[in-house]
């Protein structure tokens, strides 16, 4: 029988091990916008070739708004003409890489994208490095278990608790553990917070405010996390398309299949799935809630009809 890791609407069924990862200060990792890597050869080769091409983006809230993830795939569609782009909107606001490897086959995979980016660094914020390492790893090796022709992309947002992070030449930690997976695989990673830090440095900028503009000056967020679609959305955008056109300029001649060496987690997330609620048998003191009678859930309604919630501990549930 296979091992399946299994994701039931919120509620992940399982427990972390530790993970075993070099002695360092998570701190020392210094602040870069682009880390190209081993680059995004079979992407940049299908969009010269004029192919078509299906982009994911799995992601939070961030990604979900309609910034620049839209953006993103217009300026493709302006520097490769002649490809035909296709958007595969992963994005689910409040959820960390712990729910995106879960959902991964159904959001993502069953698509069969050509290139994944993956934003998860604000979410999983606070998140141990364990669990991060367990749930990062699992959706990279996933992807190239499927298809080892895919590229993928890691994006770092900013939040305002992560500014004097970066502002002092650090990553936070979250994408300092993500940047463990990325050395690991070779994939490029995009920090979008290095130009907003030195914009804000420069006073170009102001992080936070309840206006799109103060005393003629830009600002980033009105809450510190989501970026205005105008100002702090079309930074990043600035910055993906400045990424990209230096990892244009590389050669591409053949598609390359990504190999797999030893994982850094033994028990990464190796084979996951979402079950729903109604695919399962539960004790009798679950509640079933239909998604579009709760607004806290909104964000999950193209995914999901229902969920459930144990009303104490002790609750079972069975996979029929």
């Known amino acids: 029988m296979k091992n399946i890791s299994i994701f039931l609407i919120l509620f992940t069924l399982s427990s972390f091990v530790a993970v075993c990862l070099p002695k360092h200060d998570q701190n020392k990792k210094a602040v870069q916008e682009l880390n190209i890597r081993g680059n995004l050869p079979n992407f940049f080769g299908k969009a010269l070739r004029g192919d078509s091409i299906k982009v994911a983006y799995l992601g939070g809230s961030i990604t979900a708004q309609n910034g620049w993830r839209v953006f993103s795939l217009e300026g493709f569609k302006l520097h490769f003409p002649k490809a035909v782009f296709t958007e595969i909107n992963a994005a689910i606001g409040g959820t960390g890489s712990n729910f995106g490897v879960f959902r991964l086959n159904d959001h993502v995979l069953k698509f069969n994208p050509d290139l994944v980016f993956v934003e998860f660094a604000v979410n999983d914020d606070g998140v141990s490095t364990e669990k991060i390492i367990r749930s990062m790893e699992g959706i990279v090796r996933q992807i190239w278990q499927f298809n080892p022709g895919t590229d993928i992309c890691f994006v770092y947002t900013i939040k305002?608790?992560?500014?004097?992070?970066?502002?002092?030449?650090?990553?936070?930690?979250?994408?300092?553990?993500?940047?463990?997976?990325?050395?690991?695989?070779?994939?490029?990673?995009?920090?979008?917070?290095?130009?907003?830090?030195?914009?804000?440095?420069?006073?170009?900028?102001?992080?936070?405010?309840?206006?799109?503009?103060?005393?003629?000056?830009?600002?980033?967020?009105?809450?510190?996390?989501?970026?205005?679609?105008?100002?702090?959305?079309?930074?990043?955008?600035?910055?993906?398309?400045?990424?990209?056109?230096?990892?244009?300029?590389?050669?591409?001649?053949?598609?390359?299949?990504?190999?797999?060496?030893?994982?850094?987690?033994?028990?990464?997330?190796?084979?996951?799935?979402?079950?729903?609620?109604?695919?399962?048998?539960?004790?009798?003191?679950?509640?079933?809630?239909?998604?579009?009678?709760?607004?806290?859930?909104?964000?999950?309604?193209?995914?999901?009809?229902?969920?459930?919630?144990?009303?104490?501990s002790g609750e079972t549930l069975i996979s029929v």
């Open 160 to 312: 305002e608790t992560f500014l004097e992070t970066e502002q002092n030449g650090k990553l936070p930690a979250s994408a300092v553990t993500m940047e463990k997976v990325a050395d690991k695989y070779h994939i490029p990673t995009i920090n979008f917070g290095f130009e907003v830090t030195k914009m804000v440095d420069r006073k170009q900028l102001i992080f936070k405010g309840a206006a799109k503009e103060l005393n003629g000056v830009k600002v980033f967020s009105p809450d510190g996390v989501h970026p205005y679609q105008e100002t702090g959305h079309h930074i990043y955008q600035t910055v993906l398309e400045r990424s990209f056109d230096v990892m244009a300029a590389g050669k591409f001649r053949k598609r390359i299949k990504h190999i797999l060496s030893k994982p850094i987690a033994p028990d990464y997330f190796s084979n996951t799935k979402m079950v729903d609620i109604p695919d399962v048998q539960l004790s009798k003191n679950w509640e079933v809630f239909h998604i579009k009678d709760q607004p806290l859930f909104a964000g999950f309604g193209k995914y999901l009809e229902k969920f459930g919630k144990a009303s104490q």
